[in-house]
T-cell receptor
Framework: ELKVEQNPLFLSMQEGKNYTIYCNYS?????LYWYRQDPGKSLESLFV?????AVKQEGRLMASLDTKARLSTLHITAAVHDLSATYFC??????????FGTGTSLTVIP | EPEVTQTPSHQVTQMGQEVILRCVPI?????FYWYRQILGQKVEFLVS????????KSEIFDDQFSVERPDGSNFTLKIRSTKLEDSAMYFC??????????FGAGSRLTVL
């Protein structure tokens, strides 16, 4: 079974600071996804990364994928309070099975 | 924008009762999934469904669980005899197979 690990599990950061969330997965996968979940809400798709070296940016969030290292990063630039949420990475296999990481709970402190 | 619709949004039931959670996936999607999330914890895979049959299921998806696609639009999850530990948020999700997995808003199940 494909395993997906995220770190850190919990992240408390001050507004204006930068930080990176890491997502490692255990076997080859061509697709890596990042989702955001607000408390009590559903999962909202942020990024889909489809190839080695892929980089996508939306506002203060930037995601990248290194398929050789089986690693994706979600970089937060100049954090603001609105980014407080839980972030999940997920990978899918050729059978369209999706495997989710444990999630990173991000709290941005004023 | 098309969305995955789930009902009910919240259900409270007594232990041992049967529960049916309903989902209407996005109309051109082919792959359907149920996940659950116990409060504050990880998203756990239950079952995937393709071409009118289960394609994969997890250890959580035991004999108490079943899924059905009774018509061309609905996708249901049934729990035959609920336990306290079944209390969770249940998410339905769907995809075309080449696109992102789209989640519904979830059904919160509380077992008393």
């Amino acid at each position: 079974e494909l395993k997906v690990e995220q770190n850190p599990l919990f992240l408390s950061m001050q507004e204006g600071k930068n930080y990176t969330i890491y997502c490692n997965y255990s076997t080859t996968s061509d697709r890596l996804y990042w989702y955001r979940q607000d408390p009590g809400k559903s999962l909202e798709s942020l990024f889909v990364l489809l190839s080695n070296g892929a980089v996508k940016q939306e506002g203060r969030l930037m995601a990248s994928l290194d398929t050789k290292a089986r690693l994706s990063t979600l970089h937060i630039t100049a954090a603001v309070h609105d980014l407080s949420a839980t972030y999940f990475c997920a990978v899918s296999n050729t059978g369209n099975q999706f495997y989710f990481g444990t999630g990173t709970s991000l709290t941005v402190i004023p | 924008e098309p969305e995955v619709t789930q009902t009910p949004s919240h259900q409270v039931t007594q232990m041992g009762q049967e529960v049916i959670l309903r989902c209407v996936p996005i109309s051109n999607h082919l792959y359907f999934y149920w996940y659950r999330q116990i409060l504050g914890q990880k998203v756990e895979f239950l079952v995937s469904f393709y071409n009118n049959e289960i394609s994969e299921k997890s250890e959580i998806f035991d004999d108490q669980f079943s899924v059905e696609r009774p018509d061309g639009s609905n996708f249901t999850l049934k729990i035959r005899s609920t336990k306290l530990e079944d209390s969770a948020m249940y998410f339905c999700a769907s995809t075309t197979g080449v696109n992102v997995l789209t989640f519904g808003a979830g059904s919160r199940l509380t077992v008393l």
